[in-house]
């Protein structure tokens, strides 16, 4: 903005202000104080967002169809893409306005559990700042990812109504509403359009989401008799569809409700998809070039009936014929698994999906015949076609489906790939090889680096006398040549050192623990799951604590382990490893003797705003999953992108991240899965247990007394977990006391090399420097190239 620019953002602003609160600057709040300056934002983007839209309407278009977005805040990131972020800041200043306390007013959009939901806000970053054309598609859940409190070091889940005080940064398109047909409800859903800001390049692409409404406020007939409970019970049914989000990250819910909310969104977005063709090409009655302007990404499972859905659209409201529109899907939809757990794999009792949409299901049936009819034709016989039927034993197969109508598979990190090739879809594989590809996933280094960084990315582009980095990470590579140079690693010291007592500074504020800043951050925040495995961290604390109470003197450098994520409401055994982490917290912070040393934190509510003054405060980035279960993680990249060494296992991304920047500068432990696999069948963890006296005593603390859990049984349910087979399987699924001593080994190693600072400092900067491949412009790039063809004049 040059200096004419900055009075008349100045003017809108201060106009905008006083017109939506009718008062004198001077009575407004700060929370006016943010809303005007939303507004006035979203005056400045509208008019290239217009020109965004109007532009893709004749274009090859991406929509990338998800139920979770997990967004986070707007503000800071739109004025980052926007390329105004210091000069608004200043000019608030200007008006003693703290840009800071006013940022506070926005609640985070949590429209996602995690990863997963992650990824497809990133995607929407990267695919505005490269200029894809690319529409989001999803949910407006009018209660995001429930808030989380501790009270006794349990986790208590409380509403997350996050646009009860309205919602700045949507657009309410009541003229594109659609109606949502279910077996016996009908109901209204109206988009609200949110603008994805590319980063300087004047593009603004559209995520959708849609909200469940019925067609009358309320009966009024009924109202006027006194009905009142009837006359807004069709209400509440409608708005039911879209109230909140299941908070189940990983583990599947098979609810009614929750299919309701897949076909919701998923019917109103292929209707629009659907009549937007119809008005631009109206000359195209039979749709011959749908998929030229079409392709539909599928995030996981949750979407997939959209397929069904799609035929359904063109067959019976179109009158084109099944085997035409089924040739038109098959040209649409591409597929990404997000992973191997089998408690994630979506299967629907018929009798669900009957209830939904019973016209579906007749399709969906009709998709089966022909696959077992061309499986047939193939050669195959009845049981060898059954791993491939979309329907078996009552239940449909929302994989198997996307598999075989869809172009293309993908998973999201090489090793989860191959698993996906040699094991979890290996019948798969052997008949489509061509439909198997990998896209490895990123995270978008605005919102994570510019925005979350402010420190690192003002030296970064002081080191590289440019900032071409923020749109193009590869750049960073150009940072090696620092690697020798004593006062640029003692810069980058320093910088972690100002993050570190950021959020010291907020962690006091906010969990009411002192800290300090100047001992090893090693940190964990993630969704809370046993294959993460935030219980072998915690064993291994129990582990310190204990060698620290025998030998206060040891030779320690002072650690603070860090923890964050919220459990689903309803995974007891997660919810028992966060009271454990805190019980551990509560007996090491209160002990005098190690609590120089030695200090535990769980943060509450962990979410993308508090993501974003962790992960750049980070020395150690914990990614300790069991190898071969993590599909590949995004935290890891954000941690190595704000320049933390990564203690992991070889899973999912981390091999990646160990291949780029050097395993001599990460922190690499734990079985291999072939090893893994190679010992299943023989693995005894009670003999670990029984022989490595460290391991015992951490193990036994959990039941001896030492750590108490309120009588709620949660340690004896961890501790039986790790020592005593269960219901038909066997002990310690995850391997944990398998790793834990290599575990160890690694943190002895991260406890000796921290103290050499210039050594430290560089495994920093050789992290950062090869970060450039896991930016999701390089992913939503190659989803472009390789999957959509995007820019193909083919199409
Ligand atoms: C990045 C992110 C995640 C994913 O973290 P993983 O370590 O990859 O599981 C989850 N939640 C939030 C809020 C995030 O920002």
């Keep these: 903005m040059d200096k004419l620019e900055k009075n008349k953002f100045t003017e809108d602003y201060i106009e905008n202000l006083q017109r939506i609160t009718l008062k004198n600057f001077d009575d407004t709040s700060e929370k006016d104080k943010y809303d005007a300056l939303c507004d006035t934002i979203m005056e400045r983007i509208n008019q290239e967002w217009r020109f965004s839209k109007n532009k893709s309407r004749y274009e090859r278009t991406a929509y990338y169809f998800s139920a979770e977005f997990l967004i986070g805040r707007s503000l800071g990131n739109n004025l980052i893409n926007l390329g105004i972020y210091d000069q608004v800041k200043d000019l608030l200043d200007e008006l003693g306005i703290d840009f800071e306390a006013i940022e506070d007013y926005e609640d985070d959009a949590a429209l996602g559990n995690g990863g997963l939901g992650r990824l497809a806000a990133c995607f929407m970053d990267s695919a505005a700042t490269q200029d894809i054309n690319m529409y989001g598609y999803g949910v407006r859940y009018r209660e995001g990812l429930f808030k989380q409190s501790f009270e006794n070091g349990f986790q208590v889940e409380k509403g997350d109504s996050w646009i009860k005080d309205g919602d700045g940064w949507s657009i309410r398109v009541d003229s594109d509403s659609r109606i949502v047909k279910f077996k016996d409800q009908q109901v209204k859903a109206v988009p609200f359009d949110m603008p994805v800001v590319g980063y300087k390049n004047g593009k603004v692409n559209t995520l959708r989401l849609w909200q469940a409404e019925p067609f009358e406020e309320f009966e009024f007939e009924r109202f006027n008799n006194f009905e009142y409970d009837a006359a807004v019970a069709k209400k509440n049914r409608a708005e ?236 960073l590579k150009a940072l090696e040549k620092f690697v020798d140079d004593e006062s640029t690693l003692n810069e980058l010291w320093n910088i972690k050192q100002v993050n570190k007592n950021r959020l010291a500074s907020y962690i006091l504020e906010h969990e009411g623990i002192k800290i300090n ?29 204990h060698q620290l109470k025998k030998n206060p003197y040891m030779d320690f450098y002072p650690t603070t382990f860090i923890f964050g994520g919220k459990a689903a409401p309803g995974y007891f055994r997660a919810k028992g490893i966060i009271k ?132 709620s049984y949660m340690f004896l349910d961890i501790y039986n977990e790790l020592i005593n087979p269960q219901d038909g399987s066997r002990a310690d699924r995850y391997f944990v006391l398998k790793d834990f001593q290599d575990y160890k080994n690694a943190h002895e ?47």
């Design 240 to 475: 039911d569809i879209t109230r909140v989000l299941y908070p189940n990250d990983i583990q599947r819910a098979g609810r009614l409700l929750r299919l309701k909310q897949q076909y919701f969104f998923v019917s109103a977005s292929i209707q629009d998809l659907v009549a937007k063709y119809k008005r631009y090409f109206s000359d195209d009655l039979r749709f011959k070039n749908f998929h030229k302007y079409h392709v539909i990404q599928l995030n996981d499972t949750h979407p997939n009936i959209a397929i069904a859905e799609l035929i359904r659209v063109l067959v019976d409201e179109n009158g084109l014929e099944f085997e035409e529109a089924l040739d038109i899907a098959k040209k649409v939809f591409a597929f990404t698994n997000h992973t191997v757990l089998q408690e994630a794999l979506e299967k629907w009792p018929i009798d669900i999906v009957e209830e939904v949409s019973p016209r579906c299901l007749e399709i969906i049936y009709k998709i089966n015949d022909m696959l077992v009819k061309s499986f047939k034709e193939k050669g195959l016989t009845e049981t060898e076609i059954d791993p491939y039927r979309i329907v078996i034993y009552d239940q449909v197969h929302m994989a198997n489906l996307a598999i075989y109508v869809g172009f293309s598979v993908n998973g999201v990190a090489a090793l989860h790939t191959e698993i996906l090739k040699d094991d979890t879809f290996s019948h798969w594989y052997k008949i489509f090889p061509n439909k198997f590809n990998n896209k490895t996933n990123g995270i978008t280094p605005r919102r994570w680096l510019v925005y979350a960084n402010r420190p690192l990315s003002s030296f970064i582009t002081e080191k590289l006398g440019n900032d071409n980095w923020k749109y193009n990470l590869d750049e």
């Design 517 to 545: 800043p100047e001992s090893i951050f090693d940190i964990q925040v993630k969704r809370i799951h046993e294959y993460k495995r935030q219980h072998l961290n915690v064993l291994h604390i129990i582990y310190l604590y």
């Design 749 to 795: 190693k991260i406890n000796k090399d921290y103290r050499d600072k210039l050594e430290w400092s560089r495994k920093c900067l050789m992290n950062i420097a090869n970060a450039g491949y896991f930016s999701s412009d390089r992913t939503i790039i190659d989803y472009a190239d390789d999957i959509w063809k995007i820019d193909s004049p083919n199409y």
């Design 580 to 711: 454990l982490a805190n019980e551990v917290a509560r007996v090491v912070n209160n002990d005098p003797d190690v609590n120089k040393k030695l200090k535990v934190v769980f943060v509450e509510n962990f979410r993308v705003s508090y993501g974003e003054k962790i992960y750049p405060a980070a020395d150690v980035s914990e990614q300790i999953s069991t190898a071969g279960k993590e599909a590949s993680g995004t935290g890891n990249m954000k941690f190595m992108l704000n320049g933390a060494p990564t203690l992991g296992t070889l899973d999912g991304a981390n091999i990646e991240i160990f291949d780029h920047a050097g395993e001599e500068n990460n922190y690499r432990f734990g079985a291999t899965v072939e090893q893994l696999n190679e010992i299943e069948s023989s693995y005894n963890p009670r003999g670990i247990y029984q022989t490595n006296k460290d391991i015992k005593d951490a193990v036994d603390a959990l039941v001896n007394g030492e750590l108490d859990d309120n009588n």
